[in-house]
């Protein structure tokens, strides 16, 4: 009965150890930001516990049909009637800039890497994304961009993402760009960047394995031993306690 609760015990105090974030284990987050960015990012895998998905939109009504990730209105006090950005790269600026130290408590704290996906022309996918790399240096947060551009034909849109783009690379050269010209459809260009984004999930995720592996085997040992004295030392105080009675008990009369 001692072993049971001992093994009981030890494996509770360490699940509750890991849920309380003080317990080492990988996190990934992935974070799509306006529109576009948030649509790949909703087709990722989901089956992952170790990465977690984020939409990061200035569009309220656009993220409220959102069910398949975690959904957060920025600049819902800045943006003109709790809308969208309106396509003005320096109103997203200013909403992600303003939400800034939420978006790092919710979405940045304790992650081991960030995923910012984003497809560069529109107000929110560019003002957002720049600013994002920003909060990110700031941080530490070890984190890699990935960009798509529009198509040639789309002038307004392709001087925006160039200037986006050119903020984005001044700050990181952590960053990787998609051209809608160089493939044939949007779904080619969504399945590469899924395909780039789960090498470098598998990759990081072995990594942590090694680090974190040999870490998690020295931390179960220090809980186990630490615990068994314990319940050890439990067990000796009750027996110390029942004997005397069981002897008084046992006295002719």
Do not use: W
Not at 136 to 149: G, S
């Amino acid at each position: 009965m001692i072993d049971k609760n001992r093994a009981n015990l030890i494996n509770k105090v360490t699940n509750g150890l890991k849920s309380g974030k003080k317990f080492l284990e990988p996190s990934v987050v992935c974070i799509g930001i306006g529109g576009g960015g948030c649509n790949i990012v909703s087709e990722l895998n989901k089956k992952r516990k170790e990465v977690n998905l984020f939409c990061l939109n200035t569009d309220a009504l656009s993220n409220a049909k959102r069910s398949d990730v975690i959904s957060m209105n920025i600049g819902t006090e800045y943006v003109l009637d709790n809308r969208d950005s309106g396509g003005y790269v320096e109103v997203a600026k200013k909403a992600f800039k303003e939400d800034s130290a939420f978006i790092d408590v919710q979405v940045l704290r304790r992650t081991d890497l960030v995923l910012v996906v984003t497809t560069l022309g529109g107000g929110t996918g560019s003002g957002g994304a720049v600013e994002m790399v920003k909060l990110l240096k700031r941080e530490n947060t070890p984190f890699k961009v990935f960009a798509v551009r529009p198509f040639e034909f789309e002038d307004n849109r392709k001087e925006v993402a160039d200037r986006a783009l050119a903020q984005i690379r001044k700050e990181t050269d952590h960053v990787e760009v998609y051209d809608n010209n160089e493939f044939e459809s949007i779904g080619e260009i969504n399945m590469r960047i899924k395909e780039d984004m789960e090498a470098i999930i598998v990759s990081q995720l072995k990594l942590y394995d090694t680090l974190y592996g040999k870490y998690n085997d020295y931390f179960n040992r220090i809980v186990e031993e630490t615990l068994a004295e314990e319940l050890t030392e439990q067990v000796l105080t009750i027996n110390i306690e029942v004997d005397p009675v069981e002897t008084e008990v046992s006295r002719p009369l």
